[in-house]
C-alpha cells in the first residue's frame, strides 16, 4: 500500500521530536499526519477518526500520563486496527520486550526504532507495510463474515491454495512450499487466513479446511515433480485436528489418492500444541511419522519447549519464528536465538528453516549462520499454484518478486 494512502498517528511528548516525526512522514509521502502529545490524547483521536481510521501509530514509549506501554494495550481493548512503530531513546532491550508486549496484545508491530529517528529507519519500517498492514475495512469484514458464508464457500470452490517457497540457503535452490489458504471472494477480493479463520476455527470448519488445503497441495507438488522440480510441500495443521486419532489415515488417503509420495509432504505443528503433550497430538504425531510424513515445529522459540521435549517428538524440522529472524542483524538478544536454534537443530539431527527473510542482510546472516533453508518475501510472497511453477522455473533473479496475494 502506498504512503500517500495511508493515515498516520505521532504519538510524542518532545513537541520538537513530534514535528520532527511529522515532517519525515510528509517527506517520505505521507498525506494525512495526525498528532497528538501522550496516550490519552491519541485515544481521543482514534476515536474521533472512526469513519476514516487511522493506519499506523508512530509511538514514543516513556511519556507523561498515559505511556506508551499502556496505549498499546487500549489499542488492542478496543480492537482498532491500526498498525503500530515504535520510537524511543529507552534501552534497546527494554524497546525489545515492548514490541513482544504488543504482539502479544495482538497489535501489528511494523517496526520499533531507537532514537535518533532518521528518515532511512522510518522507510526501512513502512517497508512492509503492504504485506503486514491490512486496511482497516479487513476488520469489519472479518466481523461480517458468518459460519455458514465460509462453509458455503467451501463448498463452492472459493478456496484456494497459495504457495511460498523455501529455499537452500547454500544453493539458492528451491526446495519446498508452504501451502496457505486464501478466499478468493467475490466481492472482498482475496482474503488471508486473518479474515477468516476465527470463522473456521468456532464453526467447527477446520478439518474440512485441511483436507481441502492438502489436497491441493498434494496435487501441486505432484505436478511439480512431474516438471522436475524437487521441492516438497508443507501444511500447517490445527491443534484441534490433532485431537483427532483417524488424522494420519485420512491424511494418507488423500496423499495416496493424489500418488505423492509421504515423504514429500510435510506437516507444521505450532510450538504451542506440541508442547502440549496431549496423548492424542502426540499418538497423530508418531503415526504420520510413522507413514512417512515429514513434521516440522512452526514458530520455534514463542513457546516452552525444551530440548527434552523436541527429542521426544519425531519432528524432521524446525522453523525459526519470523521475529527472531527480522531483529537477528540488529538485536544481540535476537541474533542468540537465531543461533541457538540452529544449535539445537543440528543437536537434534533435523533441518532448520528461517522464516521471515525479507532482506539481503538477513539472507546473507542466515547463510553465514549456516542455517538449510529460508522462506520470506525476499524470495517471494505466496503466489497461487500456475504463478508458483512459473517463479520455480524461472527463479534467479530477485530483481521482479512476485506481487503480493
Not at 553465514?368 to 511453477?389: I, K, N, T
Request: proline share 4%; glycine share 6%; hydrophobic share 45%.
Amino acid at each position: 500500500m502506498e504512503i500517500a494512502r495511508l493515515r498516520f498517528l505521532v504519538v510524542e511528548d518532545h513537541g520538537f521530536q513530534r514535528w520532527l516525526i511529522v515532517n519525515l512522514l510528509e517527506e517520505l509521502g505521507a498525506s494525512s499526519v495526525a498528532s497528538a502529545p501522550d496516550g490519552a490524547a491519541a485515544l481521543r483521536v482514534l476515536a474521533s477518526t472512526q469513519e476514516a481510521p487511522i493506519d499506523v501509530v508512530v509511538s514514543d514509549l516513556d511519556m507523561p500520563g498515559m505511556d506508551g506501554m499502556e496505549l498499546i494495550r487500549r489499542i488492542a481493548e478496543s480492537h482498532h486496527p491500526a498498525s503500530l512503530i515504535l520510537v524511543s531513546s529507552l534501552d534497546r532491550p527494554l524497546i525489545r520486550t515492548v514490541e513482544s508486549m504488543a504482539q502479544a496484545y495482538g497489535v501489528k508491530v511494523l517496526g520499533a526504532i531507537h532514537k535518533p529517528l532518521t528518515a532511512a529507519k522510518l522507510q526501512a519500517a513502512l517497508g512492509p507495510i503492504e504485506v503486514a498492514h491490512a486496511p482497516a475495512v479487513h476488520h469489519a469484514q472479518r466481523e461480517a463474515i458468518g459460519a455458514a458464508e465460509v462453509e458455503w464457500a467451501l463448498h463452492n470452490g472459493q478456496f484456494e491454495t497459495h504457495y511460498q517457497p523455501k529455499i537452500e540457503l547454500a544453493s539458492d535452490a528451491v526446495r519446498g512450499a508452504e501451502a496457505l489458504a486464501r478466499w478468493r471472494h467475490p466481492q472482498k477480493g482475496l482474503l488471508a487466513p486473518a479474515d477468516f479463520m476465527s470463522v473456521i476455527d468456532a464453526g467447527g470448519l477446520v478439518d474440512q479446511l485441511t483436507e481441502r488445503v492438502v489436497a491441493d497441495a498434494a496435487r501441486a507438488c505432484t505436478e511439480w515433480r512431474r516438471l522436475g522440480i524437487a521441492a516438497s510441500v508443507s501444511v500447517n495443521l490445527s491443534p484441534a485436528s490433532l485431537t483427532d486419532v483417524k488424522l494420519a489415515e485420512r491424511m494418507l488417503a488423500l496423499v495416496t489418492e493424489c500418488a505423492l509420495e509421504p515423504r514429500s509432504m510435510i506437516f507444521e505443528i505450532t510450538e504451542a500444541a506440541a508442547a502440549a503433550e496431549v496423548g492424542a497430538t502426540l499418538e497423530n504425531l508418531s503415526r504420520l511419522r510413522m507413514r512417512g510424513f515429514g513434521l516440522s515445529i512452526d514458530d520455534y522459540g514463542t513457546g516452552y519447549s525444551s530440548m527434552e521435549r523436541l527429542a521426544r517428538i519425531p519432528f524432521t524440522e524446525l522453523k525459526i519464528d519470523q521475529g527472531f529472524v527480522k531483529n537477528a542483524s540488529t538485536h544481540a538478544a535476537s541474533r542468540a536465538m537465531v543461533e541457538s536454534s540452529l544449535d539445537l537443530a543440528r543437536r537434534l539431527g533435523i533441518v532448520a528453516v528461517a522464516e521471515g527473510i525479507e532482506s539481503a542482510a538477513e539472507w546473507t546472516l542466515l547463510r553465514e549462520l549456516r542455517c538449510e533453508l529460508g522462506q520470506g518475501h525476499y524470495f517471494s510472497r505466496p503466489v497461487d499454484a500456475s504463478a508458483f511453477v512459473r517463479w520455480a522455473r524461472g527463479y534467479g533473479s530477485r530483481a521482479k518478486p512476485l506481487s503480493s496475494s
